[in-house]
């Protein structure tokens, strides 16, 4: 599988069996309000077979953004069939008091090229709760975010790493040169056993055998 981050939580993973998009921004959206900073280079146009969004802040759902996915699944729970097979959407909460702060997140499970993927989106709650775990069950490659502030920080996203166990885990969701509100991905990976720093484009079949590992993507070129 060939994955590529553009920043934030959006990614697009490739494979021989069709490509999917998760939580793109726009060129609109790139810039300063007020003291935050936003300055991820916009996402390209790209035409792809399922596009997921997590949930509809301005930094993770510009489907526009794309070139007509074949299939959307835009900020819901449920089972929705795809060209890509079965997505499933687990409830969960951007925040630690039932979503009454920032509202709703869904996390999105789905299968490509026979590895399991499982995107947490903007996660905020303070556990995942057994119902989810179990709902979302076995993971191969993990997309997490670590940055705090509106979601998860180090601690909490190794504690469902933990739960989830899964071979791959990329964290996302954290503070680099392009935006400035979120905290750094050291503490998570202080944490972390075997850490790959890698391009921002990679193939899994790049990473080493064996144990977990946490791949590292580099921040998207200016």
Request: proline share 8%.
């Amino acid at each position: 599988m060939r994955i590529t981050w553009y920043g934030q939580s959006a990614f697009h993973l490739e494979d021989a069996e069709g490509s999917a998009f998760l939580d793109p921004f726009g060129v609109f959206q790139q810039g300063s309000r007020g003291s935050m900073k936003f300055d991820y280079p916009a996402v390209p146009r790209l035409q792809v077979d399922l596009l997921l969004i997590t949930h509809e802040h301005f930094d993770h759902n510009a489907q526009e953004a794309l070139e007509a996915p074949k299939a959307v699944v835009r900020s819901t729970a449920g089972r929705f069939s795809t060209p890509l097979g079965e997505v499933v959407g687990v409830a969960s909460e951007h925040d630690p008091v039932a979503g009454t702060q920032r509202g709703p997140n869904s996390i999105f499970v789905f299968t490509l090229g026979g590895v399991r993927v499982c995107h947490f989106g903007d996660f905020g709650q303070a556990v995942l709760r057994p119902e989810q775990a179990a709902a979302i069950g076995q993971v191969d490659l993990l997309f997490v975010p670590v940055g705090g502030g509106p979601t998860i920080g180090a601690d909490a996203a190794h504690a469902i790493c933990r739960a989830l166990s899964p071979r791959i885990i990329i964290p996302m969701h954290y503070r680099t040169d392009a935006i400035n509100f979120l905290e750094p991905v050291d503490a998570f990976l202080s944490k972390s056993e075997q850490v790959v720093h890698l391009q921002s484009s990679f193939d899994t079949d790049s990473l080493p055998a064996g144990l977990a590992v946490t791949a590292v993507p580099a921040p998207p070129a200016a």
